[in-house]
Structure formats: C-alpha cells, structure tokens
C-alpha cells in the first residue's frame, strides 16, 4: 500500500499534477520571451559539445538528420577506407620485405603473409609485386585522412549554422519588406517594396 502511495506520489511530482495551475504556466516560456533569452554564445558552446545539440537548442529539429546523416556517412566512410588501407600496407610490408630478403633468411614481417594473401585474393590469384601495391595503398591513406577532415568541416559548419540560427533568432521581417507575385497579361510580375 506504502510503495502504490510512493509511486503516486512520484507521477504526480513527474508530470507537474502537483502544482497549482498557475505555476504550471509560469515555467512555460513565451515564444517572444524565449527568443529574447536566446543566447548565440549558448547555442555555440552546445553545439560544440555535441553534433546537432545547437540545433534542438535553437528549436530546428529539421537540421538534426543532415547533421548525422553527414557525420556519419563520413565515419562510416573513414572506416572503411581505413580497414582497406589496413590491408594493403599489411600486404605491402610483407611483400616488400619478402623482395629484399636474401636467400635462406625469413621475412620479418612473415605474420603478415595472410593479409598479402588475402589482396592477392581478391585480385584473382594473381601475384601482386611491392611496387603495385604501394600507389594503392597510398592513395586510400590520401582518402581515409581527406574523410577524417571532412568529418572536422562538417562539425564545425554545424557548429557555425548553430550559432549563426541563433543571432537570427530575433531578425523581424515583419511588413517592410514584401514580396508579391502576380499575375498579368504577359505572365507573372514580380514587386518589391521596402519600407523605412
């Protein structure tokens, strides 16, 4: 009986029932008054704190899949290009020192045999010299680090669109600027008008 109490007692604390109506709609900001305690600084630091938390500070939940569709598409990028580059140094390591390894000396880089095997593998069985492989693997270093500063410019435009959305926050249109399309007997005319 104590604990149904309890748990009663916690739900109604949980949704506000509690507390007396007007209370209620003291905590409830205003439109207005939100946007003039909006603070730039505020949605800067949040943002910078964790992708896309600028964003559901200034209210545009819209910006949140980009924003993660981006950083992510990237990561996903950068580790696959990463695994691949794995690869072929493995594979270029071991072959380079298989070719300057004389006669009767082990290769010191032997535990890597299997990921040259495996490039060679996917290459059809066809042996692949050290001098092959080196251009490839360099080329996915050059690609796996553009993606890993492509994750960095993607950070810091959402960062920037963060702080930027918020300063516009309170930029009022309002009616001194309008514009009107129309129609009119040679297609559609198009007015501007600006008031001061």
């Known amino acids: 009986m104590r604990s149904a109490f309890m748990f009663a007692l916690a739900m109604l604390a949980g949704t506000g029932c509690g507390r ?19 603070s730039p600084r505020t949605a800067l630091v949040r943002a910078a704190v964790f ?3 600028g964003q559901v500070y200034n209210r545009q939940y819209g910006k949140l899949p980009i924003v993660y569709l981006v950083l992510g598409g990237l990561a996903a ?9 794995l690869l072929y140094r493995h594979a270029y390591q071991y072959k380079a020192y298989e070719e300057i390894t004389p006669e009767g000396e082990t290769n010191p880089k ?9 490039l060679v593998a996917k290459f059809g069985g066809i042996g692949l010299s ?11 270093r050059r690609n796996r680090d553009l993606s890993v500063l492509g994750i960095g410019v993607a950070y810091g435009l959402s ?7 918020a300063h516009l926050m ?10 009107a399309v129309e129609p009119s007997a040679l297609g559609l005319r198009t007015q501007l008008t600006l008031r001061f």
């Open 20 to 38: 007396p109506a007007h209370a209620q709609l003291a905590e409830r900001p205003s439109q207005e008054s939100w946007r003039e305690n909006h």
């Open 51 to 53: 992708p896309g938390l």
């Open 77 to 85: 990028n950068t580790v696959r290009l990463n695994d691949k580059y």
């Open 110 to 118: 032997a535990a890597l045999e299997s990921e040259y095997e495996r």
């Open 130 to 140: 050290a001098s092959t492989i080196k251009p490839a693997r360099d080329a996915l």
């Open 159 to 165: 960062i920037l669109d963060a702080y930027v959305s």
């Open 170 to 179: 309170d930029f009022d249109v309002g009616d001194n600027l309008l514009v």
